[in-house]
Structures are given as C-alpha cells and as structure tokens.
C-alpha cells in the first residue's frame, strides 16, 4: 500500500473567511455546515488564523467574566489580560481567532499529521504550500484514511473523491446536500435523489468536474417533487 500523505487525506474546497466577518455569522456558518473551525484569510490568500468551536465558546463564556480584585490584579500581566479581553469581547473573527496555526505540507506523512495532532491536543491541521490554504486534515480524515486508503496506482480512492466533492457541494448555498446524494464509482461521479432546477444541475456537473480525480459525472436525478420543493 502507497504511504499517505498529507494531499491524499485533505479535504481541498475548504470554508473560509475574512477577518472582518462578525463573530455572529462565524457561529452560524460553523452551525449550519457542521464543522468546527473555519481558517480565516486576508485578501491575498494568506491565513491569519483559526476560529474554533472553542473560540467561540470563550467569547461566549467571557460575558460572564468578573473584574479581578485590585490585589489580584497586581499579579496578573497586563498583555495576558488585554488578550483574554479580546479574545472574549470581540466582535469579528480577527478579534476572537487563534493565531497559532498547527500546518503541514502536501507531502508531510499521515504518520506525522497524526503525531501533530496527538501532541497539541488538536482536532486538525492545515496544509499549507508557499503561504496559500491547499485544504484542512481532519481527525475525521485520518480514520477515513485507514479503511479507505488511496489506491495502489497513486489515484485517490472513490470515498476520498465523494468526501471532496461532499465538501464543495457544502461551500455553495445553491448545492443542496440534503436532497441530492453523491456516489463514486471508479472516478466517476454519480448524483441520485432530487435537483431543484436545470441551472442547479448544471452549476452541479461543473462543480464535481473540478474536483481532483473526477473521471466523469452522471446524473441520475429527478425533478424534486412540489411537496418537499415547499419545504426547502
């Protein structure tokens, strides 16, 4: 078996956002594409930071910070204090975001990517070449690894080509996730279930067809019923 590395685990279409994004709508974003960190980007690509699930619970949980007393205050350093009070009070995601990145490259080992995530005590990492995101490694993505590695002749396997095609669908608001299912066979992608329009079918087809190791796309889909249209 081929060793893995770090470009054969990644999801590459990862969410982002800028730094000013408020710290409200990170919250629902986190929320309503279930996950739970978002890299936050400048407008040159370069990532500033993270905002965490855990980054937002301490801005939650910093409402309810008490002033320390004037004795205690005298032994607490002033920068630590001015950080905890950003991190809990501010309103975008450069104000709340961890800074401290854990990242590896395309070519970092999955054994190395574990290691990492082990010792820090984190749930992901990076991949990061030249200073641009190229996607995010999941503990998620790890246990996928062990019972879907890639194949013997270097191409991805067809659960990692599901599991990115998944995740590009979720960064479009026009993709529906929930009607529309995905299946991939020898490279080859395959939609069943319900599409709402001819434009999203379309928009469908273009977005699986830029997904690396997509072979081909075939859809099977029909027309969404008006009951459940209704309800979307």
């Known amino acids: 078996m081929p060793r893995l590395t770090a470009r054969d685990l990644m999801t590459p279409d990862v969410v982002t956002v800028p730094p000013e994004t408020p710290v409200v709508a990170v919250a629902r974003l986190l929320a309503e594409r279930g996950i739970s960190a978002v890299p936050v980007l400048d407008k040159a690509g370069t990532v500033l930071g993270v905002v965490t699930e855990a980054d937002l619970i301490r801005r939650l949980a910093g409402e309810e910070d008490e002033k320390p007393g004037w004795l205690r205050s005298l032994f607490q350093d002033p920068g630590e204090q001015a ?113 709402r329009t001819e434009q999203v079918k379309r928009g469908l087809k273009v977005l699986a067809e830029r997904v690396p190791g997509v072979k081909g796309v075939v859809d099977n889909t029909q027309p969404i019923p008006t009951y459940l249209y209704m309800g979307v």
Not at 132 to 150: C, E, F, T
């Open 83 to 195: 950080d905890r009070y950003a991190r809990t009070h501010g309103s975008t995601a450069a104000e709340i975001m961890t800074e401290s990145v854990v990242a590896v490259t395309e070519a970092d080992t999955a054994a190395h990517v574990a290691h990492l995530m082990e010792e820090r005590g984190i749930r992901r990492v990076l991949v990061i070449e030249e200073g641009r995101l190229r996607g995010i490694v999941s503990r998620a993505d790890l246990l996928r690894a062990l019972v879907s590695p890639p194949r013997a002749d270097g191409e991805l396997s067809d659960d990692r080509i599901r599991q990115a095609v998944l995740a590009a669908m979720r960064k479009e608001p026009w993709a529906d996730t929930f009607y529309t299912l995905v299946e991939v066979k020898e490279g080859v992608v395959e939609f069943h279930g319900f599409m």
